[in-house]
């Protein structure tokens, strides 16, 4: 790395561009799929009914007790608003998950393509994208962007552990969410879905759960996070990459020599 070279550079139009395709991706998974479970109550009520109609057309007055037909409809309606609310969260969860892959991609792909202008060798490239995401966070706030702290970056992490449970279910990846994020568990039990760490114990990747204000939440830091993404990142004696990054890069110097 040469002295006041620029490692890494945001360009204005290119920032624009991956704001407007989040956006785009977001607007339509509401319009395209979250926005079908708006009337759900409705669509239960007509399956009860439609229920209710095949089933009267075998009715017999003097074997068939009507009250007995019509608590069975009531249960198939509520059966079916009960399927329909499991759709709508797997729904909720696999928006979630190829929004935040969808980000995590495009950063990568973006830092190793400006690798590209001063460094030459896989090893570092194939490094970034195999890196797990504190590292890449490290990376970046090692290159003079104050990330760590900042508001979006906790919302971002969160949706990772959200998103590797959703993926992997229970262990190593259930253990980090009920640590970092217990937001995204739900006890059916509670209403008030304030959980305790005994009542977090039981709870599995069955109880996984985001909302509508959720996402949004993240979809807002996803948007954050590009926008303060600096203009440039320029080399100069302070820097201290994390020891991962230099190795790569090490690596491939030797590999050159």
């Known amino acids: 790395m040469t002295s006041a070279q620029v490692l890494f550079q945001m360009w204005e139009p290119y920032r624009q561009s991956l704001i407007a395709q989040h956006n ?26 439609a229920w209710l109609d095949e089933r009267s057309q075998n009715f017999d007055p003097d074997r068939d007790d009507p009250g007995s037909i019509y608590e069975a409809s009531e249960e198939a309606g509520i059966e079916f608003y009960l399927l ?20 995590e991609k495009k950063l990568r792909g973006w830092i190793t393509d400006e690798m590209r ?10 490094k970034v994208w195999s890196a797990d995401f504190p590292s ?7 290159l003079g962007w104050s990330i760590s702290s900042q ?3 906790q919302t971002l992490n969160g949706c990772r552990c959200l998103v590797n449970v959703y993926k992997h279910g229970d262990g190593k990846a259930l253990a980090d969410l009920k640590q970092q994020c217990p937001e995204y568990l739900t006890d059916p039990i509670q209403s008030d879905h304030t959980l305790s760490a005994t009542d977090l114990d039981w709870l599995d990747h069955t109880h996984l759960t985001v909302s509508d204000d959720q996402i949004k939440r ?23 990459p994390p020891a991962w990054f230099l190795k790569a890069l090490r690596l491939d110097d030797d590999l050159s020599a």
């Open 24 to 49: 785009f991706y977001i607007e339509q998974a509401k319009t395209r799929l979250l926005d079908q479970f708006t009337n759900m109550e409705q669509d239960a009520e007509r399956a009860a009914v």
């Open 84 to 103: 329909l609310d499991e759709m709508r969260m797997q729904t909720r969860l696999s928006v979630v998950a190829g929004m935040f892959h969808n980000w």
């Open 117 to 126: 202008h001063w460094h030459r060798g896989p090893a570092a490239l194939t």
């Open 136 to 142: 890449i966070m490290s990376l970046l706030d090692s």
């Open 151 to 153: 508001e979006y970056l």
């Open 218 to 240: 993240i979809s807002d830091a996803i948007i954050e996070f590009w926008k303060n993404v600096p203009p440039n990142m320029v080399d100069h004696d302070g820097l201290n």
